[in-house]
């Protein structure tokens, strides 16, 4: 396997089924589970993670945003069913059909449209109904025109309905008054089909703070999604009924070290200026990788289990940190961007924070550039470039 020396994701498959096995126990026996691996697997990557999922009896399918990205799903020979949770376009209806992709349709004409090309290719296609309870996105709202135009849709051939979901907007807040006011909404809707005789068998609501959360509202299925790589929806859950690990690491080494007198700037503009004799080591590693340029002059690395703080702006392929107190520093060292070091653990919750952004962003912008090593048993197992 190939050394990556400059830059790679360590992803640890270890923690990941950990978090599988984790959200399993807190959810209903009957439930099943739908793995979200949109955006790449939010940066983990979506096929190792779809393969490992793949194994489990209790995993309905997997969820993304796009049509290519439900094609790579299928391209790598998995078989559970592939749903995509945003829109589609017209162009991609006949490699929906023809692979068996699940669109959500919250449109009648969009249903219409399916229904003709599935017939065309002479096929049924499984669609899911988005229906909108409080996120004011993409669904369809919950009147009786909606009831309505479901009814005309259930007499479509060439296609059937499988399920319908809805999105909690705020879940991961402490106060759940808002979610289970979506969840009332979703249940009073669902059950005015079902007395029609519109009998839809997989109803789900739950995203990952709902799992954590809301078993109220675990129902047919639940959706997984930022849970699966160990990273909690907020600060407001509680992470006390579901203990999850990390399942990503961020890791370079130093390429040089120089020692800088006192009144030196360092990077670009001079937004840092040496008050002392310091030791300032380069790192290989910028915003072209997704790291975040906002850590300028305020986040930290771990090098020999120690913090060493970022000296200036983050420049698009490299970054300078101070090592003065890390003696033992010498160049082609390990460092720690994300991750533990020693005693030292440097978190994706800590790092947002520190960039002004979202635990979600910071993985999901960890760009194609960083090398991923997969990990199992303590081990790399296989590598993605």
Request: include cysteine; glycine fraction near 8%; proline fraction near 4%.
């Amino acid at each position: 396997m190939k050394k990556h020396s400059r830059v790679y994701a360590a992803v640890d498959m270890d923690a990941i089924a950990e978090n599988f096995r984790q959200m399993r126990e807190n959810i209903n026996r009957d439930t099943k589970m739908i793995a979200v691996i949109k955006t790449d697997g939010y940066g983990h990557g979506a096929i190792p993670i779809a393969r490992m999922a793949e194994q489990y009896d209790y995993i309905w399918g997997y969820a993304v945003a796009t049509a290519e990205e439900a094609l790579e799903i299928k391209k790598a020979g998995l078989l559970k069913p592939v749903l995509i949770l945003g829109y589609t376009f017209e162009e991609d209806y006949a490699r929906l059909v023809r692979h068996q992709i699940r669109p959500v349709v919250f449109k009648l004409s969009t249903a219409g449209k399916l229904s003709e090309e599935a017939c065309r290719q002479n096929k049924v296609l499984p669609i899911h109904l988005g229906l909108d309870t409080g996120m004011s996105r993409i669904g369809f709202p919950d009147t009786a025109e909606s009831i309505d135009i479901i009814r005309k849709i259930t007499q479509m051939p060439g296609i059937v309905i499988e399920g319908i979901f809805t999105h909690f907007a705020r879940a991961d807040e402490s106060d759940k008054t808002n979610a289970r006011k979506q969840l009332v909404r979703y249940l009073e809707f669902t059950g005015k089909l079902e007395e029609m005789g519109i009998h839809i068998p997989v109803r789900h609501c739950s995203n990952s703070a709902g799992i954590l959360e809301m078993r109220e509202a675990n129902l047919d299925a639940v959706r997984a999604g930022i849970t699966i790589y160990g990273i909690y929806p907020s600060e407001e859950v509680s992470r006390e009924s579901l203990p999850l690990m990390p399942a990503m690491e961020l890791k370079s080494h130093i390429v040089y070290i120089k020692e800088l007198e006192e009144g030196v700037p360092v990077s670009y503009g001079g937004t840092f200026v040496t008050s002392r004799r310091t030791a300032v080591a380069t790192i290989p590693v910028g915003y072209g990788d997704g790291y975040p340029r906002s850590l300028s002059n305020r986040g930290w690395v771990l090098i020999h289990g120690k913090k060493a703080p970022i000296l200036g702006r983050v420049c698009m392929d490299q970054f300078m940190v101070d090592v003065t107190d890390i003696p033992e520093a010498g160049e082609l060292d390990e460092v720690t961007l994300m991750g533990r070091d020693g005693e030292e653990f440097l978190s994706v919750d800590t790092l947002a924070k520190l960039s002004g952004r979202f635990p979600y962003e910071f993985v999901c912008d960890i760009g194609k550039r960083v090398p991923r090593v997969y990990y199992q048993d303590g081990r790399a197992v296989f590598d993605r470039i």
